[in-house]
């Protein structure tokens, strides 16, 4: 017979193992993988990502975390305050397979409720190959902080905003603001994400000192938003390779943002019939040393391609601009480039710039500090530039009246369509100056030295001595044959 003592160490024995061997022991916290799974017949650690949330709080972290998810949940995930250990480990909330196979949504009613995830001090999270579908028809944010930490990461999931009848931030897709100095939103990625409808497609607001930094979007796909991308009070943002499709607004908007900035080999295709627009910059400073880059960029637009607004230190190369819609209609005020006669220190190389709304090619000033040459200039309407507040109507009189791009052109060229800005034909070869720091166009192509023009380094005619055999330019006769009449001679 097992006295009170040794019934009572037998007891702590199966605590103790029961402790040491549950699924969410490690090192005092959680670690490891788990799995969710909605369907309650289905063996799995959680069947709400709700509760899983509950046990980071309860638990913490002793290790990274990897919550491997499928099924489709009617929930909102909160996340309200710091998790226990989450500045050294990582939480991953990821699909099994695929974003269809893991999907998240809610009917949000109230402006209280209006998310499906809240991030309230959090940091350290990554939610990839999920899908989030807003359901609310007043209220329909996806992702919500005003209490940012940073450390979040979006890679590969499919936002479905809701299509927006009353074109307010209510139905913003990603909505973060850092309001005070304790809040930031460093270290934000979004990659190879699908941004459909909604009112901003991501709508970050840093607070104004210090800004936050580390933020890159990338290879996202961005469909039918009313904006695309709007930031404000970074350090060196980082936007590349996105394809934004049907934006009836602003496609990127870059506020207050400071030194190395880049968008660079992004495509932009806008929505017919309204208002809409490429690039914004205002009140964005580089230094000499850390310019700001806007690069490779194909770049279609309703009223305006790139505008430029009390901003220092920013180089412009490589752009392909076109201004036009469809049906066509003209309106001689939009314009493919402007910048302001506050803007300094630009250097505004190898772009085409193209209005077929009958507009200006370029709306600009006399700035002693700006360098603005080896573009192409055109449009379909009585006035090539508006220079100093002065319409100018063709590239020599421009030339004359300002002494600069001397080595610019003004040719129609021939775009594949509307929406695929790739040069189809040239009435003449638009050579530019060769940039040492951008070597590829928007296909990841070699430039040649001098490069074209534009954000395409499209296919030039033959020119000069070419080797023949291995290691040559071409592997045989009949591969330099080929190319004589796929690529014909330069004109002499």
């Known amino acids: 017979m097992v006295n009170n003592g040794g019934q009572l160490k037998i007891l702590t024995k199966i605590l103790v193992l029961i402790l040491f061997s549950s699924p969410f022991y490690f090192a005092a916290g959680m670690g490891g993988n788990y799995t969710i799974n909605s369907n309650l017949g289905i063996s799995a650690d959680y069947h709400t990502i709700s509760d899983a949330i509950a046990d980071l709080y309860n638990i913490g972290l002793g290790d990274n975390v990897v919550f491997n998810i499928e099924g489709e949940f009617d929930e ?18 990821t699909s099994v397979r695929y974003p269809d196979d893991a999907i998240i949504s809610y009917l949000s009613s109230s402006s209280s409720d209006n998310f499906i995830v809240n991030i309230n001090g959090a940091e350290n999270i990554t939610f990839q190959n999920l899908k989030f579908v807003a359901k609310g028809t007043n209220y329909s944010r996806i992702i919500y902080s005003d209490n940012p930490q940073g450390k979040l990461n979006f890679v590969g999931n499919i936002f479905e905003g809701k299509v927006n009848p009353s074109i307010s931030a209510l139905f913003n897709v990603v909505h973060i603001i850092a309001d005070n100095s304790s809040e930031d939103i460093n270290d934000i990625t979004f990659e190879s994400n699908e941004f459909n409808d909604g009112y901003f497609a991501i709508y970050l607001d840093s607070y104004t000192s ?13 469909n039918s938003n009313y904006f695309g991308i709007w930031i404000k009070e970074f350090d060196s943002p980082n936007i590349h390779n996105n394809s934004f499709n049907l934006i009836t607004s602003t496609t990127i908007n870059i506020s207050y943002c400071d030194n190395s900035f880049l968008v660079t080999n992004n495509k932009i295709n806008t929505k017919d019939n309204t208002n809409s ?14 310019k700001g880059l806007i690069s490779n960029n194909f770049i279609q637009a309703n009223t305006y391609g790139i505008q430029v607004n009390n901003s220092d230190y920013i180089d412009f190369y490589f752009n392909t601009i076109n201004v036009e819609n469809n049906p066509l209609s003209t309106n001689p005020t939009f314009y493919a480039f402007s910048h302001d006669e506050t803007s300094e220190n630009l250097n505004v190389l190898n772009n085409i710039f193209n209005n077929y709304r009958e507009g200006y090619a370029l709306v600009g000033h006399k700035v002693t500090t700006n360098n603005i040459d080896y573009n192409n200039y055109y449009t379909h309407g009585t006035y090539l530039v508006n220079w100093d507040n002065t319409d100018v109507s063709d590239l020599n009189s421009f030339i004359s009246g300002t002494s600069t791009n001397t080595n610019s052109y003004s040719e129609q060229v021939s775009f594949v369509s509307r929406t695929d800005l790739h040069i189809q034909s040239s009435p003449v070869l638009l050579l530019g100056i060769n940039i040492p720091s951008i070597n590829e166009d928007i296909d990841g192509d070699t430039r040649f030295d001098p490069p074209l023009l534009g954000a395409d380094e499209y296919a030039r005619p033959l020119d000069g001595i070419y080797t023949i055999g291995s290691g040559g330019d071409f592997v045989s006769i009949t591969s330099a ?11 002499l």
């Open 76 to 93: 909102q995930l909160i996340f309200n305050g710091n998790i226990a250990n989450s500045n050294i480990y990582e939480i991953i909330f």
């Open 277 to 290: 627009h490429g690039i914004a910059i205002s009140n964005s400073f580089g230094t000499s040393t850390n």
């Open 481 to 491: 044959v080929n190319a004589l009449y796929s690529l014909g001679l330069m004109e």
């Open 210 to 222: 210090p800004k936050s930094n580390n933020l890159s979007i990338s290879n996202n796909i961005f």
